[in-house]
């Protein structure tokens, strides 16, 4: 029998605002346990609770950006269970009426594109951490993270396979840094999804009994638990089993993922709403300022990138992956001709993602040793053949070693740039008489080499060329040097 896999995820964004959402307490990662958690956080009896108007101008901003109803109107709800990190008793979260409803995130996989709906957006409280080691037996709570105001996004079943869920979880994680809502910091955890797997005979139209994997907080833990899980579904189901649905954790240690607890259902937790806070009013003049204030959204741009700029669908992907990276190409390729356009997109995505690959850096233009200008005036360079190919790649060396970087003074950094090229002697050889007294050179030198080619090695041709650019320090126009030993090997051979 054939099966197909079935995926919804649940991801808690932790929203960028400085103040917890119902207190004043910091939400700085990092301090010294229990420093950050105020009466509200730790729940002294008296305390009420009051909305921080930055979380919700955040989840306005999201429901916006993925084309969702932001509702006027929404519910805050108490969410009962008993957790030693969480004193009050209750986790306050959106129920019935959340913030944000629909909308949808567009993924591509393997060139196709693809769009998961969003089933809903709702804002609540983070809950503290437990910490079970360093305590010789014992528990330690630490409630700093108690009240870090979190949006709940939760997609649609609409994933079929780990690498769709890894697609729609890089787009959503690209989408909230890029609308400015959340750090995207995975390692501190402000960016964790749940992954809800199961599976279904091919062409069933019922959904197969999930199981939940909790807290996945890095990509290719996602791909990787969601794999196992799959691969362990199907095995119960051929076995003649039926699926539990319950929580499980992915442990990275042994590569599989392990049964936390039963999954509790939603009467479980005995939602009602939170008596000590209003419902949530959201005016028409409130979303349409911060529509107003909207950057461009990854997907218009990376449309806009193909239309106007001719970048390749493949190429814009990438160029928009953050809003770094396409603010640095929209800049180096500022009203220039196609194959200065092109060869910008190419550098971008090749040599310079190579070099902040290498250092484990993002596409942060402080990482990014070279500017945009920069990196125009070396493309405008190759395209006008001062440079080929290698010595191009010489000169971005140099660019990236020791090149101050002033963004603003265009003329400045084309001098800068000519001066680096001078200065190392990086201009390519098109002078004919050159290149054809060094081709004479390497031909006398090599005369096997020559003979070989004559009597239909191609090989050898190769290697002459080779012997040719390593004469020149590989600063011959490649081109020309083709041209010149072909010519000279025939008639010489004649
Ligand atoms: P909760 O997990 O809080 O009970 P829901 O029942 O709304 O919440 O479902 C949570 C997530 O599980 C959603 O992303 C949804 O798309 C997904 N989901 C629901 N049923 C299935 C299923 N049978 N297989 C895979 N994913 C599912
Ligand atoms: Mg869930």
């Not at 949808?104 to 594109?113: F, H, N, R, S």
């Not at 008596?275 to 449309?303: G, M, T």
């Not at 990482?367 to 971005?396: G, H, M, P, Y």
Request: charged share 25%; proline share 4%.
């Amino acid at each position: 029998m054939k099966w197909e896999t079935v995926i919804g995820i649940e991801t808690h964004a932790q929203l960028s605002t400085r103040s917890k959402i119902f207190s004043g307490a910091s939400t700085a990662f990092g301090a010294a346990p229990n420093t950050q958690a105020c009466a509200v956080d730790i729940a002294l009896p008296g305390v009420l609770p009051v909305l921080n108007r930055g979380a919700v101008e955040r989840a306005i901003r999201f429901g916006l950006a993925v084309g969702g109803n932001v509702n006027r109107r929404s519910v805050f709800a108490r969410k009962n269970y008993f957790y030693p990190d969480l004193p009050k008793g209750y986790q306050i979260s959106q129920y019935e009426i959340p913030i944000v409803a629909g909308g949808a995130i567009a993924v591509q996989v393997d060139g196709t594109e693809k769009s998961v709906r969003l089933t809903r957006a709702h804002l609540e409280e983070d809950a503290g951490k437990s910490l079970h080691e360093d305590f010789h037996g014992a528990s330690g709570i630490d409630l700093n993270r108690a009240g870090t105001p979190l949006l709940e996004i939760v997609s649609e079943p609409d994933m079929r396979s780990a690498q769709e869920a890894v697609a729609y979880a890089k787009a959503l994680h690209a989408l909230v840094r890029w609308i400015d809502i959340c750090d995207g910091n995975m390692q501190e955890g402000s960016f964790r999804c749940d992954a809800n797997v199961s599976v279904r005979p091919q062409g069933s139209a019922t959904l197969g009994t999930r199981c939940e994997i909790k807290n996945l907080n890095s990509f290719r833990f996602l791909e990787r638990a969601i794999e196992y899980e799959v691969r362990r579904q199907i095995g119960i189901l051929e076995d003649g089993g039926a699926i539990v649905q319950e929580t499980r954790l992915y442990d990275p240690d042994r590569d599989e993922t392990r049964s936390l607890r039963i999954k509790e259902d939603a009467h479980d937790y005995r939602y009602f709403p939170d008596p000590d806070l209003l419902p949530l009013a959201v005016s028409e003049q409130w979303v349409n300022e911060v529509k107003a204030a909207l950057p461009e959204l990854p997907q218009a741009k990376r449309e806009r990138f193909i239309a106007e700029f001719g970048v390749t669908p493949y190429d814009a992907t990438l160029l928009t992956a953050n809003r770094e990276i396409a603010d640095y190409f929209a800049t180096a390729a500022r009203d220039a001709p196609g194959a200065v356009v092109k060869l910008c997109a190419n550098w971008i995505t090749g040599p310079i993602s190579a070099k902040l690959n290498e250092g484990g850096l993002d596409f942060d233009p402080a990482n990014v040793r070279v500017s945009a200008q920069q990196l125009r005036r070396l493309v405008e360079r190759i395209v006008d053949r001062t440079l080929n190919n290698n010595t191009a790649k010489q000169l971005f060396e140099h660019m990236w070693h020791t090149l101050e970087i002033s963004v603003h003074e265009t003329v400045a950094v084309s001098d800068a740039i000519d001066a680096l090229i001078e200065k190392h002697g990086l201009k390519q050889i098109s002078d004919r008489g050159e290149i054809e007294r060094i081709v004479d050179q390497v031909i006398a030198a090599n005369p096997q080499q020559a003979a070989d080619y004559r009597g239909g090695k191609e090989k050898a041709f190769n290697s002459l060329v080779g012997q040719v650019m390593k004469a020149t320090r590989g600063k011959a126009n490649p081109q020309q040097v083709n041209e010149v030993l072909k010519r000279k090997l025939s008639s010489q051979g004649a």
